[in-house]
């Protein structure tokens, strides 16, 4: 198959998740192209994170309510940012697309102005993948990423072909004594048990892969 890996990486992790599965998929015999989506302007941490804080009070009610859950991600407001322009911006030629970047909240912005700019997708599988601070938390890191990536390619006509989630164990605004915290009490686990390169991460990326492309050549 003729993959397109697509992805955007502020600190570097989302890449090397990005890599791994790229490793993953050539060595079952598919042939590889990247698309690094880049925003037009690099803006600081804090100033990202204010761009998304009236969604906090909903994403938080999400975490105890399942209604609430499928309500938020039904309708809320995806944040999107301006990129610069596309290696590929028409992906039509490729036999599946995996997008990735890190989970701000929801989607990175600069991954949603990619799904709502790039042409061809209506039809194509797509994959996703994504970084997140914490551990993997079932509803606030996974459900809460799935679910929006799922909505956002259901409205581009593109298929949802799975996810793969992995932690960076890394927030740049600071927060990760409280996600080593979070995943002491949850997981009785460090956090840095589900970074890449760990048994965790291993199996999700293979898992992943094997639902892309099935087992190999
Ligand atoms: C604006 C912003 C929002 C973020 N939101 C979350 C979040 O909701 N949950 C989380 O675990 N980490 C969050 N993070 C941390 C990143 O997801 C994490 O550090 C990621 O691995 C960075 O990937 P990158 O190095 O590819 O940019 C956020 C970071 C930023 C800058």
């Known amino acids: 198959m003729k993959v397109l890996i697509s992805y955007f990486s502020r600190t570097g992790y989302t890449e090397r998740l990005a890599r791994s599965v790229a490793g993953e998929l050539e060595s079952r015999g598919h042939s590889l192209d990247w698309e690094v989506i880049r925003p037009a302007v690099r803006y600081s941490c804090f100033r990202e994170l204010v761009r998304d804080w009236p969604r906090y009070p909903s994403i938080g009610l999400s975490l105890v309510s399942s209604s609430w859950r499928r309500r938020h991600v039904d309708t809320y407001h995806q944040v999107e940012e301006d990129i610069q322009s596309l ?32 042409q061809g997708i209506r039809g194509k599988r797509v994959g996703s993948f994504v970084t997140f601070g914490g551990p993997p938390l079932k509803t606030f890191e996974i459900e809460i990423y799935e679910r929006s990536m799922e909505r956002v390619l259901e409205r581009i006509g593109a298929e949802y072909a799975g996810n793969v989630g992995v932690s960076s164990a890394y927030h740049e605004a600071g927060l990760l004594p409280l996600f080593r915290i979070v995943s002491l009490l949850v997981f009785r686990r460090p956090v840095t048990d589900f970074t890449l390169g760990s048994e965790y991460a291993r199996k ?14």
């Open 87 to 118: 290696a590929h911006p028409d992906v039509s030629g490729f036999d599946l697309v995996c997008i990735g970047g890190p989970k701000w909240a929801q989607l990175a912005y600069p991954v949603a102005r990619y799904c709502a700019t790039v």
């Open 204 to 217: 999700r990326i293979r898992k992943f892969c094997d639902d892309l492309v099935g087992g190999g050549v």
